[in-house]
């Protein structure tokens, strides 16, 4: 009888070990639906509950069943609420293991307050050190001595680390309602070139449908392919290699059998739409 007695007593001190254990801290009602505070939801009964997390808890939790809370910025402390064994982004373990030390500015993660295991993205340790106190240049930055020096391309507002996005149809810009260059296929100025319309600079308006460039709706820049003219409405000789010919003038490299600037005539012996004919051998001069 007192034999049964110690092992009940045993059992229900253990409990009661196990219970404080769990319950030690601040508790997440949260974690009470679905095991919601399991690893993968994945619970299963256990030795004392019906719903124990089987592959452990996720960040900041803790106990069989991660109801429990870990204190401050621990991301795990499976032994007790205060004792941190990882901490969340930022922060270290520090004397006390308590996580509230801070890492320096630059570092995503570190062991100490002066080595980083890693460097925000705006960070690097090229400098030699293990501080992530060297900055990068800020992706949409052009920089000259480590400082934004100009925006690239699509963006703009250099105080701002030119963080601000062009306009849409904008290649380079200054503000959200002027840019410097259009994207291809788009303008800036008046539409169609009416001067008694609205002057607009945010490269609102289309080139002509047979311009890939134009400056104005009626100053084509590059033209699709076969066609010239300041508003690409003319046609390359068939002559032309490759379909292509200046877009002032209509001149162009030759196809083989072709002749002249503008590539619109035979070579001598030669006649036929494609040049691909040989004059008669009685013909004067080899011409026909």
């Given at each position: 009888?007192k034999l049964?007695l110690k092992?009940?007593?045993?059992?229900?001190c253990?409990?009661?070990?196990?219970?404080?254990?769990?319950?030690?801290?601040?508790?997440d009602?949260q974690?009470?639906?679905?095991?919601a505070?399991c690893?993968d939801?994945n619970c299963?009964?256990?030795q004392?509950f019906n719903d124990?997390?089987?592959l452990?808890?996720?960040?900041g939790h803790?106990?069989a069943?991660?109801?429990?809370?870990?204190?401050h910025?621990c991301?795990?402390?499976p032994?007790?609420?205060?004792e941190?064994?990882a901490?969340y982004?930022?922060?270290?373990?520090?004397?006390?293991r308590?996580?509230?030390?801070?890492?320096?500015?630059?570092?995503?993660t570190?062991?100490?307050?002066t080595?980083?295991?890693s460097c925000?993205?705006?960070y690097?340790n090229d400098?030699?050190?293990?501080?992530?106190?060297?900055r990068?240049c800020p992706k949409?930055?052009?920089c000259e001595?480590?400082?934004?020096a100009s925006c690239?391309d699509?963006?703009?507002?250099?105080s701002?680390?030119c963080?601000?996005?062009?306009?849409?149809?904008c290649a380079?810009?200054?503000?959200?309602?002027?840019?410097?260059?259009c994207?291809?296929?788009?303008?800036?100025?008046?539409k169609?070139d009416?001067v008694?319309?609205?002057?607009?600079?945010?490269?609102?308006?289309?080139?002509r449908?047979?311009?890939?460039?134009?400056?104005?709706?009626?100053?084509c820049?590059?033209c699709?392919?076969?066609l010239?003219?300041?508003?690409?409405?003319?046609?390359?000789?068939v002559?032309?290699?490759s379909n292509?010919?200046?877009?002032?003038?209509?001149?162009?490299?030759?196809?083989?059998?072709f002749?002249w600037?503008s590539c619109d005539?035979c070579?001598t012996?030669?006649?036929?739409?494609?040049?691909?004919q040989?004059?008669s051998?009685g013909?004067?001069?080899?011409?026909?």
């Amino acid at each position: 009888m007192k034999l049964r007695l110690k092992l009940i007593l045993l059992v229900w001190c253990m409990w009661l070990n196990v219970s404080n254990n769990l319950v030690e801290g601040e508790i997440d009602e949260q974690c009470r639906v679905d095991c919601a505070c399991c690893i993968d939801r994945n619970c299963r009964r256990g030795q004392w509950f019906n719903d124990e997390c089987f592959l452990g808890c996720i960040d900041g939790h803790r106990g069989a069943r991660c109801y429990a809370l870990c204190t401050h910025n621990c991301t795990k402390c499976p032994n007790h609420a205060a004792e941190c064994t990882a901490c969340y982004d930022g922060y270290y373990p520090g004397p006390a293991r308590n996580c509230t030390p801070r890492c320096l500015p630059g570092c995503k993660t570190c062991t100490s307050g002066t080595t980083c295991t890693s460097c925000k993205d705006e960070y690097n340790n090229d400098n030699g050190y293990n501080n992530c106190s060297n900055r990068k240049c800020p992706k949409n930055c052009n920089c000259e001595n480590g400082q934004c020096a100009s925006c690239k391309d699509g963006y703009y507002d250099i105080s701002n680390i030119c963080y601000s996005l062009c306009p849409g149809n904008c290649a380079t810009c200054s503000s959200n309602t002027y840019c410097g260059s259009c994207k291809e296929g788009y303008y800036k100025g008046y539409k169609n070139d009416n001067v008694n319309l609205p002057l607009l600079n945010d490269c609102t308006y289309k080139c002509r449908d047979n311009c890939i460039q134009c400056s104005s709706y009626n100053s084509c820049l590059l033209c699709k392919r076969g066609l010239y003219g300041s508003t690409c409405d003319k046609s390359c000789s068939v002559g032309c290699m490759s379909n292509t010919c200046d877009i002032l003038t209509g001149n162009c490299a030759c196809s083989s059998n072709f002749a002249w600037e503008s590539c619109d005539k035979c070579k001598t012996g030669k006649y036929g739409n494609m040049c691909d004919q040989q004059c008669s051998a009685g013909c004067k001069g080899n011409k026909c």
